[in-house]
Nanobody, 132 residues
Framework: QLKLVESGGGLVQPGGSLRLSCAASGFAVDRFAMAWFRQAPGKELKELSCIDGNAGRGTDYSETVKGRFTISRDDAANTIYLQMNSLESADTAVYYC????????????????????????WGKGTPVTVSS
């Protein structure tokens, strides 16, 4: 069974940092295009960042988080991470990890441009609250 489990969310003050983790099981995460999404209260699900599969390490970011968030992958741990710095109240949301088996000669960005429809494997999310 393919499964994604997010962790690392919590309460953080504005300007602070958090690192989210997404542990994969049932498949090798380096073969999948992997992404982070978030859904703020009362708002739509939004794509944030992705990392290439097929053992690649290319990444892509939305303009909202570029320069503040960093996606990475630990192949030995079969885990994806999202390092979030300079957090703002607007970053308060439930954060989701998502994946899709990656075809040849493509990038994760090709999946991320389709939004949530570009991914067919999802975790249950981890909440992040940025507040003083």
């Amino acid at each position: 069974q393919l499964k994604l489990v997010e962790s690392g969310g919590g309460l953080v003050q504005p300007g602070g940092s958090l690192r989210l983790s997404c542990a994969a099981s049932g498949f090798a995460v380096d073969r999948f295009a992997m992404a982070w999404f978030r859904q703020a209260p009362g708002k739509e699900l939004k794509e944030l960042s992705c990392i290439d599969g097929n053992a690649g390490r290319g990444t892509d970011y939305s303009e909202t988080v570029k320069g503040r968030f960093t996606i990475s992958r630990d192949d030995a741990a079969n885990t994806i991470y999202l390092q979030m710095n300079s957090l703002e109240s607007a970053d308060t949301a439930v954060y989701y990890c998502a994946g899709h088996s990656m075809g040849p000669a493509t990038t994760c960005g090709a999946y991320m441009t389709r939004g949530a429809a570009g991914f067919n494997l999802w975790g249950k999310g981890t909440p992040v609250t940025v507040s003083s």
